[in-house]
């Protein structure tokens, strides 16, 4: 059974650099067909995709964030991160990380991807 995990501070100050880490168990992140995502949902807003990385270590990002995503993969730990640079009030929600098998589409629920960790609430505050 597959299982995420999201881990990373849970306040962040204006300026500064969001990462969290979702740590993936009972499937190597690198099997085939495997990709790996990263998303939000704010108080009054739907959810927001962020980005992915496939198996391969291919990203896609969210043009919306005006490239200040990276997603990366750590094979040796199992796990993949988000990195979101210049964080403002704006980017205070409830983070996901979420995996797909065979597809790269982009689900308007959680629910819809194979699988998901519990979430992780972040706040950016000074």
């Given at each position: 059974?597959?299982?995420?995990?999201?881990?990373?501070?849970?306040?962040?100050?204006p300026?500064?650099?969001?990462?969290l880490?979702?740590?993936?168990s009972?499937?190597?992140?690198?099997t085939?067909?495997y990709?790996?995502?990263?998303i939000?949902?704010s108080p009054g807003?739907g959810?927001?995709?962020?980005?992915?990385?496939?198996?391969?270590?291919?990203?896609y990002?969210?043009p919306?964030?005006?490239?200040?995503?990276a997603?990366?993969i750590?094979?040796s730990?199992?796990?993949?991160t988000?990195?979101?640079?210049?964080v403002t009030?704006?980017?205070?929600a409830?983070?996901?990380?979420?995996?797909?098998?065979?597809t790269?589409?982009?689900?308007?629920?959680?629910?819809?991807?194979d699988?998901?960790g519990?979430?992780?609430?972040?706040?950016?505050?000074s």
């Amino acid at each position: 059974q597959v299982q995420l995990q999201e881990s990373g501070p849970d306040l962040v100050k204006p300026s500064q650099t969001l990462s969290l880490t979702c740590t993936v168990s009972g499937a190597s992140i690198t099997t085939t067909y495997y990709h790996w995502n990263w998303i939000r949902q704010s108080p009054g807003k739907g959810l927001e995709w962020i980005g992915h990385i496939t198996y391969s270590g291919n990203t896609y990002y969210n043009p919306s964030l005006k490239g200040r995503t990276a997603i990366s993969i750590d094979t040796s730990k199992n796990q993949f991160t988000l990195q979101l640079s210049s964080v403002t009030p704006e980017d205070t929600a409830v983070y996901y990380c979420a995996g797909s098998f065979g597809t790269l589409m982009v689900f308007t629920s959680l629910g819809e991807y194979d699988y998901c960790g519990q979430g992780t609430q972040v706040t950016v505050s000074s």
